[in-house]
């Protein structure tokens, strides 16, 4: 059994909205949710 790989597009990445906080990255053409900033961050 074999699955389809979808992967997204930039247009489709920069339209994505899962209505959440979240901050995501486009990586080889797939969604990553980012981890939440740091007190590190904002330094």
């Known amino acids: 059994m074999t699955t389809a790989t979808s992967w997204l597009t930039l247009e489709e990445y920069l339209a994505y ?17 980012m981890p939440p900033e740091s007190d ?4």
């Open 40 to 43: 590190r961050n904002k330094l």
């Open 17 to 33: 909205d899962d209505g959440t906080d979240n901050r995501y990255e486009l990586v080889d053409g797939k969604l990553l949710i």
